[in-house]
């Protein structure tokens, strides 16, 4: 019996109890940071398991797995997220969020529920292979600074060098029990731009007596659109927007602060930290021309997503191997951003994406579900790349 026909076995029979801890996950959201009880409820899962673990970053948890079959220093590890948005559900789902405000909305549930049944997959086969299996239950990943940097700052690994970091996320414009992947540069760099323009507030019957703050604001979002049409290297995909802007007048009053807030993404390090400078004098110099005072408060969130060539189509051949060619998708660059860009940084790393099959029921929407039937490959694919990546470490 080969090891991939074990793993799909062993998922089928692990299927129904996984979707019952997604459903638990689902129904119990908690927002980042703050994953008390979804951190409890994983380590009773683990005990169960009988998997060792420790926690770390808080509400964070790394578990072991070491292989039997003979002594080795190899090791990788495989990630999931723990928190949900601040976002209030929609679907009607019997096992809907009884948070209010608190949603799963980007299937950390399904990533967490499937890192779960990896582990016991691979628990189970601890006999079978040599090395060391990582299970890193990350906290924090929809929030600044993100629960990967903390951990890896608390050394998750205790001094150890992983050959390979793996993450899934799931995509619901995928077809379910596909997944996808991209060699080299895949998702963008993110950072909070936080703007406040403030001057004389005053009726707005008499302008000439004030500083028209709204306009100022107003001059500085159409200023800025330049960033990405005209200053950004045409080679190089840049987002610049903005989301929120507060100017709390009225209909006869100009307000004394008009604040803006907004995200810039790119997929260059260099262009990122010019552009943030460029940012920074288009706003000021334009609320001067103005009369009125300029704050810009740019907050460097996480770096770029690389997936490592070599290991990638490493990772792409055994996917094939496992769940058929037809299966396996090249994916686009993608301007949303992800922390596990730190792992990235530090170690070889593969992010990939699990499809779920549901392509109007987009992710960071209050409507957002998916085809658990991804849940098989979700828990099984990550067990076989794991073992098969201390085979040929």
Not at 322 to 340: C, H, N, Q, W
């Amino acid at each position: 019996m080969d090891l991939a026909y074990k793993i799909r076995k062993k998922a089928e029979e692990g299927f129904n109890d996984v979707v019952r801890i997604r459903r638990h996950l689902h129904k119990h959201p908690e927002l980042s940071f703050n994953e008390i009880e979804t951190s409890r409820f994983i380590k009773e899962r683990l005990e169960e398991y009988q998997i060792d673990f420790r926690p770390v970053a808080g509400t964070g948890i790394v578990a072991s797995i070491t292989g039997k079959k003979s002594s080795s220093d190899r090791c990788v590890a495989l990630r999931a997220e723990l928190d949900a948005l601040p976002l209030g559900e929609e679907t009607d789902l019997p096992f809907s969020s009884v948070n209010p405000g608190v949603m799963h909305a980007c299937g950390h549930d399904v990533h967490a529920a499937c890192l779960l049944g990896s582990a016991r997959i691979i628990k189970s086969l601890e006999e079978e292979f040599s090395g060391t299996v990582f299970l890193v239950f990350q906290p924090g990943e929809e929030s600044l600074p993100g629960g990967a940097k903390m951990m890896l700052d608390e050394d998750l690994f205790q001094g150890r060098e992983p050959g390979a970091v793996i993450a899934q996320h799931v995509l619901p414009e995928l077809e379910t029990g596909c997944v996808g992947v991209k060699q080299g540069l895949y998702m963008a760099s993110g950072d909070e731009i936080y703007i406040s323009v403030t001057g004389k507030g005053g009726h707005g019957a008499m302008p000439h007596t004030t500083t028209d703050t709204v306009v100022a604001m107003a001059q500085i979002i159409v200023a800025l659109q330049q960033v990405s049409s005209r200053f950004a290297p045409p080679h190089i995909p840049t987002v610049l927007s903005f989301g929120k802007l507060i100017a709390s007048g009225a209909t006869n009053v100009i307000p004394k602060e008009v604040t803006l807030e907004g995200t810039f993404r790119t997929m260059d390090e260099t262009w990122r930290a010019k552009a943030h400078e460029i940012i920074s004098g288009i706003a000021t110099k334009t609320a001067a021309s103005l009369g009125a005072s300029c704050i810009v408060d740019i907050r460097k969130g996480y770096p770029v997503l690389i997936n490592d060539p070599a290991l990638t189509m490493e990772t792409k051949n055994m996917m094939e191997q496992f769940i058929g060619a037809s299966m396996v998708k090249d994916l686009p660059l993608r301007m949303t951003t992800e922390d596990f860009a730190w792992f990235a940084r530090r170690y070889p790393a593969v992010f990939y994406r699990l499809g779920t099959g549901r392509p109007k029921r987009m992710l960071h929407a209050p409507d957002f579900d998916i085809d658990e039937q991804a849940i098989m490959t979700g828990s099984s694919l990550p067990a076989w790349l794991a073992i098969c990546f201390l085979e040929k470490l």
